[in-house]
T-cell receptor
């Protein structure tokens, strides 16, 4: 039982490049989330999903896209990376009224 | 805008001391409140979850309380140990249609000195 697994753990991109962050959970959770964590800003929700095939915008969605083609996976895409997207990205999953379970994060640097 | 505030931002205590971390929130219409621990370079580990109908939750040396009317929660750590050193985050899930996310405080960085 791995919980929530994020890949990759680290990535360096140049401005304008694209990439996809993968989140996988093995707890059969309906809800999945992508947050970013920045110094002095706390964690902020980017996008979330309440079930397979559904996605919705969070607090800071601009510049990101997501997909949830399978219940266990939630992908976060950056189509054209910008230095402002340098951050630590966390994926989480949960049942509707229960604990959020977090992955260990992806540290992204955009130069 | 709904906000969550944690005071102090940092706290240093000697080993063995009992301590209290504070969390306040602006809107009493909450669904639940969670406390997390984050170690440097790591993800978040769930510590306690208090549903809106509950007043407190306990796990080992940790006790979390919730007072919705005053918009406050406290995390009590008994007999602190150096291994408790971490950043503690409070997060609120607000009620209301379409409210799925957690709103996080910025955390309290705890250092327990041996």
């Amino acid at each position: 039982n791995a919980g929530v697994t994020q890949t990759p753990k680290f990535r360096v991109l140049k401005t304008g490049q694209s990439m996809t962050l993968l989140c996988a959970q093995d707890m059969n959770h309906e809800y999945m989330y992508w947050y970013r964590q920045d110094p002095g800003m706390g964690l902020r929700l980017i996008h979330y999903s309440v079930g397979e095939g559904t996605t919705a915008k969070g607090e800071v969605p601009d510049g990101y896209n997501v997909s949830r083609l399978k219940k266990q996976n939630f992908l976060l895409g950056l189509e054209s990376a910008a230095p402002s997207q340098t951050s630590v990205y966390f994926c989480a999953s949960s049942f509707p009224t229960e604990y959020h379970h977090f992955g260990n994060g992806t540290r992204l640097t955009v130069t | 805008k709904q906000e969550v505030t944690q005071i102090p931002a940092a706290l240093s205590v000697p080993e063995g001391e009992n301590l209290v971390l504070n969390c306040s929130f602006t809107d009493s219409a909450i669904y639940n409140l969670q406390w997390f621990r984050q170690d440097p370079g790591k993800g978040l580990t769930s510590l306690l979850l208090i549903q809106s109908s509950q007043r407190e939750q306990t796990s080992g040396r940790l006790n979390a309380s919730l007072d919705k009317s005053s918009g406050r929660s406290t995390l009590y750590i008994a007999a602190s140990q150096p291994g408790d050193s971490a950043t503690y985050l409070c997060a609120v899930k607000y009620s209301g249609a379409g409210s799925y996310q957690l709103t996080f405080g910025k955390g309290t960085k705890l250092s327990v000195i041996p």
